[in-house]
């Protein structure tokens, strides 16, 4: 009986809070102060979500974009890289230009200076292992060169001595230097005029020799005296630079001195000659020589 009665109690205590919370809930949604409220939640979490995607959006553009521009600045870094090597190619190819002509120039100037019959040739041929010290010219029979035709040079403001010719064939002609050892040329030192013989060792990267200078010249030669050509028994004219006294050789049992000799044609940077034709005497009054 008691349990019947707590039950009743329970049943009507629910019914009697569902009521309540449901008149609650009416007097809450029935008023004008509450108008749109599901409305604002709802537009608010939209707005929350298209702000979220706006931003990731206009990141993601952004991001797009500056890889774009990336892209187009490394291209047009790589073009500039390009055109900067091309102008550099092109400056030094001006710098060669500019050099060639100024050897020109230089060339024909001394070339409008010599008073003696002579053509002018380049080297078109070396040997780069200097096994065979005898190089190529670019002109030959049909320009009126013959064997043993003088070769000299004119370089740095300096005439001097290059070498003969020993084989000519109708376009060119092979040139025997004065460094090669089988080169012998009768000299004289300009200014205490005593008379050798000078050899070559073979190579341009050794002095040349001169030998059977008399010991009593001993007093009278110094450090860079200027030797030229005799012309005594030789088929070189007198008076040809050919080089300056580096070291003086006096041995006790050598019956005459040696000298050692720099060619005063650097052979390195040869590459323009001049080759003597004529039989005109060449001056002793050296160009670049005081």
Known sequence: MRN???????IRFVLSASLLVISFLVLLFSTRSLTGVPERIGISIISFFQTGFSRVSLFISRSIASISELRILEQKYEELLARTDQLRLIERDFSIIKNENIALKEQLGFSADLSYEHVAAQIIGKDPSNLYSS??????IQDGITKNSIVIAYQDGIEGLVGRVIEVSPHACLVLPIYDASAFIAIRLQQSRYEGLIVGQGTNNQNLLARYIKKRA??????????????LQSIYPSGLMVGRVMNIIDLPYMTSLELEVE???DFDRL???FIITGSAAISTEFRGYQ
């Open 271 to 273: 590459e323009y000659v």
């Open 4 to 10: 019947n009665e707590k039950l009743t109690v329970r």
């Open 218 to 231: 001993l007093p009278t030669l110094g450090f860079g005296d200027l030797i030229v050509t005799s012309g």
């Open 263 to 265: 060619p005063v044609i």
């Open 135 to 140: 190089f190529v010219l670019n002109k030959g």
